[in-house]
């Protein structure tokens, strides 16, 4: 699924110039098949981020949060963890940054 991220870049924002301490939710539609192989169906810039039932009520905070501490927290450090209003919640989704622009950008670009 990493992959589908880096090789959508260009689609997504083709005219985009690089933009130093910014990030940008999107939204990724994946189908499984009865073989369980993977299909993308549709990338959102705007993802609905509604926490409507009990998995998105768990599930959209902890993305938003860690999308804050993957793109803010390095720029600027919290004062103290035990500060963090997340920090009690259970981390069980493991969220991590799939793309980096400055650092994947110039090999995507070799290779298109």
């Known amino acids: 699924?990493?992959?589908?991220?880096?090789?959508t870049?260009?689609?997504?924002a083709p005219s985009r110039n690089l933009r130093?301490?910014?990030f940008e939710i999107f939204g990724f539609d994946f189908m499984l098949d009865a073989d369980f192989k993977v299909y993308l169906i549709e990338i959102n810039t705007n993802p609905c981020l509604e926490t409507n039932c009990p998995l998105l009520q768990r599930l959209?905070?902890?993305m938003v949060d860690s999308a804050l501490r993957i793109?803010?927290?390095?720029?600027y450090p919290p004062p103290s963890m035990s500060k963090r209003v997340n920090l009690a919640?259970?981390?069980v989704?493991?969220?991590y940054l799939?793309?980096?622009?400055?650092?994947d950008g110039p090999e995507i670009d070799m290779q298109i």
């Open 1 to 7: 699924m990493t992959d589908t991220f880096r090789a």
């Open 9 to 12: 870049r260009k689609v997504i």
């Open 20 to 22: 130093h301490h910014t």
């Open 60 to 62: 959209i905070p902890e």
């Open 71 to 75: 793109a803010v927290d390095p720029l």
């Open 89 to 91: 919640a259970p981390q």
């Open 93 to 95: 989704m493991l969220w």
């Open 98 to 103: 799939s793309f980096d622009e400055e650092s």
